[in-house]
């Protein structure tokens, strides 16, 4: 059996790819477990300083395996299947938001349910102009999951959301470029491509006051005002004694590009 979730690296650079081309990457328990192993390895590593998310095949993700959820169902096992994925699956999550590293999503395809909210979970989506946006759940009777229901109303606003999930209309890559679901629009061909150059530049960046933005990224829609001022006090006082932060201020005051090493 192949894996589930195929891991390489360029350089500094982490690539992680959903593996499941025949089933359009649909995410069943292994894939779970695997990628959110591949996300955890790739926090942990320090010599990774950027991550590609991408999918092998037609799709980048066609959401849950509705194969299995509807042999579990016939089983009676519905609730322990979930019980067993979720845990897995929204652990990666946490983790994608948490690590400092940004991640990028390469969209070669269709990203439906679960794997929309995988691509909304990454900091930055590249796609090709055939690549469609699907909320899915609703299609199948279901509530949202993956994070698709926390990040969408961010992106576009809770009426938008809602109809996007109550009415499942597909979204295709101009109008999810247009809607600020997408950072760039590419040739198919070019998508990887793409996606890795963007990588590489953040990966030159700093990476602990990335992290430090994405945590007050995370919290801005759920912190009154003063803690949020009070928080971005704190982590740009811990910004301020990195080596990078010094860097930076030297580069500018010699005008020169700053070399970060991402400490």
């Keep these: 059996m192949e894996n589930a979730v195929l891991c390489s690296r360029e350089g ?8 499941r081309p025949a089933q359009y990457n649909v995410i069943s328990q292994e ?19 950027a991550v590609v998310l991408t999918g092998n095949g037609a799709a980048f ?5 509705i194969r299995f959820m509807n042999a579990a169902r016939e089983e009676g096992r519905t609730v322990a299947s979930f019980e067993n994925l979720f845990p897995m699956l929204h652990g990666a999550i946490l983790n994608m938001r948490e690590m400092p590293k940004p991640i990028i999503a390469a969209l070669n395809g269709v990203a439906a349910g679960g794997g929309l909210g995988l691509a909304l979970a990454c900091d930055f989506r590249v796609a090709s102009p055939k690549v469609t946006l699907l909320t899915a759940f609703l299609g199948i ?3 949202p999951d993956s994070s698709s229901s926390f990040f969408l109303p961010r992106y576009v606003g809770i009426g938008r959301a809602t109809e996007l999930f109550l009415r499942n209309k597909p979204v295709s890559a101009e ?8 950072n760039a629009v590419v040739p198919p061909e070019k998508v ?7 990588a ?12 430090r933005t994405k945590q007050l990224l995370n919290q801005s829609f759920s912190t009154s005002l003063q803690e949020h001022l009070h928080d971005e006090a704190r982590l740009i006082t ?10 930076g201020l030297t580069a500018f005051l010699r005008k020169r590009k700053p070399v970060f090493t991402g400490k």
Excluded: H, K, W
């Design 141 to 143: 009777g279901a509530s």
């Design 31 to 49: 894939l779970a477990l695997a990628f959110r192993t591949a996300i955890r390895e790739y926090a942990e590593d320090g010599s990774i300083r």
């Design 200 to 211: 590489r530049e953040l990966a030159q960046g700093p990476t602990g006051a990335f992290g």
């Design 61 to 65: 993700c066609g959401g849950g395996d």
């Design 192 to 198: 990887l491509d793409e996606a890795m150059t963007l």
């Design 12 to 19: 500094n650079v982490g690539v992680i790819t959903l593996n």
């Design 238 to 247: 811990i910004s301020g004694s990195t080596n990078d932060f010094a860097e």
């Design 175 to 182: 109008e999810a470029l247009g809607l600020g679901l997408l």
